[in-house]
T-cell receptor
Framework: RKEVEQDPGPFNVPEGATVAFNCTYS??????FFWYRQDCRKEPKLLMS???SGNEDGRFTAQLNRASQYISLLIRDSKLSDSATYLC????????????FGKGTKLSVKP | GAVVSQHPSRVICKSGTSVKIECRSL??????MFWYRQFPKQSLMLMAT?????????EQGVEKDKFLINHASLTLSTLTVTSAHPEDSSFYIC????????????FGPGTRLTVL
């Protein structure tokens, strides 16, 4: 079982739709949590860090449930430019500080 | 502006040749740099951690004699893929932890390697 699991998708949604991505992590020693966005053939870019209290940045809302070892990302009013692959990532406590990524969920927003 | 540069961005080589990829920190000194690899439709997987002034630490299954890492200065780490084979074709990306917040990672733009 992979340490970070995501639904691979693809998610094909119309513009304006709300879409939710889920991610689970298996190592309870994970201490930091992130959502990254990766465009085709590019490096990942940090979308947001995820905190237990939940956090919001414009149309994007991230939630962390430590008890269930579950992370979510909600995108409201999706835009064409949101089309990308969304990667969930964690950093394990006591590690060298490297990110452990999920496989990513591909999102296609259609007009 | 960019915090991390990576060179080359793309390389195509023949099987059996060696390829060197450079990762440069442009804004601050980095004692640690990470090297990841991403195969098509797969996640980024850590290959090794490059440590300035000491040997790199490799993840399980990554051959240290095949993927040579040299972190000779606080701003430069190199990854050399020796005797490359078609199965080494992949997207190689370096990253470094932030100077103030180590959880913030700065990624290079990546190097796409194609071995014929």
């Amino acid at each position: 079982r992979k340490e970070v699991e995501q639904d691979p998708g693809p998610f094909n949604v119309p513009e304006g739709a709300t879409v939710a991505f889920n991610c689970t992590y298996s190592n309870s020693a994970s201490q930091s949590f992130f959502w990254y966005r990766q465009d085709c053939r590019k490096e990942p870019k940090l979308l947001m860090s995820v905190y237990s209290s939940g956090n919001e940045d414009g149309r994007f809302t991230a939630q962390l449930n430590r008890a269930s070892q579950y992370i979510s990302l909600l995108i409201r009013d999706s835009k064409l430019s949101d089309s990308a692959t969304y990667l969930c990532a964690v950093i394990r406590k006591g590690s060298q500080g490297n990110l452990i990524f999920g496989k990513g969920t591909k999102l296609s927003v259609k007009p | 502006g960019a915090v991390v540069s990576q060179h080359p961005s793309r390389v195509i080589c023949k099987s059996g040749t060696s390829v060197k990829i450079e990762c440069r920190s442009l804004d601050f000194q980095a004692t640690t740099m990470f090297w990841y690899r991403q195969f098509p439709k797969q996640s980024l997987m850590l290959m090794a951690t490059s440590n300035e002034g000491s040997k790199a630490t490799y993840e399980q299954g990554v051959e240290k004699d095949k993927f040579l890492i040299n972190h000779a200065s606080l701003t430069l780490s190199t990854l050399t893929v020796t005797s490359a084979h078609p199965e080494d074709s992949s997207f190689y990306i370096c990253s470094l932890p932030g100077e103030i917040d180590a959880d913030t990672q700065y990624f290079g733009p990546g190097t796409r390697l194609t071995v014929l």
